[in-house]
């Protein structure tokens, strides 16, 4: 039985690595078993070999209003958020669709030929129509991705970073709040967003793809509290706790994000519809925003 590489992809550094773990448990593989050999591996040159570092592409797209924020009353933050926001001492971003303008798995599925497929089950994941741990599994299931495979969609179709995020997470290291990226997404597709924005390796939350010793697609590690319902919300409780923040926000899009906003968890949810507009969750934010720009201008 293959052994299991857990692989980060290092969009700048020359030199590829992996980085040693404890066994994690594999929740979905039509090809593996229920018991694995406790293997670590360094990963090979020849596995990485052709990969060529990453370049971020800032997109120039305006985010288009589907719906109009006028129909919100909580288009304009009360005193109460912006209190909240301006004295929060961490923030926390969902990914895509939030930070990045794709969903990234709808992109690795697409890039791998199961895209419309794929793409429903997202917006089963974003509503919350469907426990996410079983939209996360049968997505993957519709196209089991390779370890090739995500490489050479990361080096296609880079990562497009959403207009202005670069600069508020400036401003908000600027005032000395903590950055954080929670997702639901894959780590090997965020860490070179996170390089890019200057957010390190320990403040991302996501899930891990799983290979073999081949590069094949073994399954996704369930011990990541994001790769299960409520998974955000636990997430951000264990960064409140851990660090004892007075005051944290969360930033997203979708239901997982809003999920956030509970005891010890997120003060404060601010949902971002500029890229998409998910009405259910837009209604029930503390502050709905449709761009970047609004976040930043209203910081001291």
Same mark, same amino acid.
């Given at each position: ?123 089963? +994941? *974003?509503?919350?129509?469907? &426990?996410? @741990?079983?939209?996360? $599994?049968?997505? !993957?299931?519709?196209? =089991? ?48 967003? +996170? *390089?890019?924005?200057?957010? &390190?390796? @320990?403040?991302?939350? $996501?899930?891990? !793809?799983?290979?073999? =010793? ?87």
């Amino acid at each position: 039985m293959a052994g299991l590489v857990n692989v980060r992809v290092n969009p700048i550094c020359p030199s590829y690595y992996l980085r040693r773990s404890p066994l994690p448990t594999v929740i979905f593989s039509p090809s593996i078993f229920s018991r694995f050999p406790e293997i670590s591996l360094r990963l090979s040159s020849s596995i990485m070999r052709g990969v060529r570092p990453l370049t971020l592409v800032a997109a120039s797209l305006e985010p288009a209003e589907t719906i109009s924020g006028t129909q919100f009353d909580n288009s304009h933050p009360s005193k109460e958020v912006l209190e909240i926001w301006h004295s929060a001492d961490a923030v926390c971003f969902d990914v895509d669709s939030t930070v990045c303008l794709d969903e990234g798995i709808d992109e690795l599925a697409d890039f791998c030929g199961a895209g419309k497929a794929v793409a429903e089950w997202t917006i089963k +994941a *974003m509503t919350g129509s469907v &426990p996410f @741990e079983e939209a996360l $599994a049968a997505r !993957l299931s519709l196209f =089991n991705p390779s370890l090739s495979q995500v490489q050479d969609c990361l080096k296609k179709r880079p990562p497009r970073i959403s207009p202005g995020i670069a600069d508020l997470i400036k401003k908000l290291k600027a005032k000395n709040t903590d950055v954080y990226l929670v997702s639901g997404g894959f780590r090997q597709m965020i860490n070179p967003v +996170a *390089m890019q924005l200057g957010i &390190p390796s @320990e403040n991302i939350f $996501a899930n891990q !793809l799983l290979f073999g =010793n081949s590069g094949e697609f073994l399954g996704f590690d369930t011990t990541e509290p994001t790769s299960r319902s409520g998974g955000k919300a636990t997430a951000v409780q264990q960064i409140r706790k851990a660090h004892d923040y007075k005051k944290l926000v969360m930033i997203g899009d979708g239901a997982t994000d809003l999920e956030a906003r509970k005891p010890g968890g997120a003060d404060l949810f601010i949902c971002y519809a500029g890229v998409q507009m998910r009405e259910a969750v837009a209604a029930k934010a503390d502050w709905l925003v449709f761009s970047f720009q609004e976040l930043l201008t209203s910081l001291p």
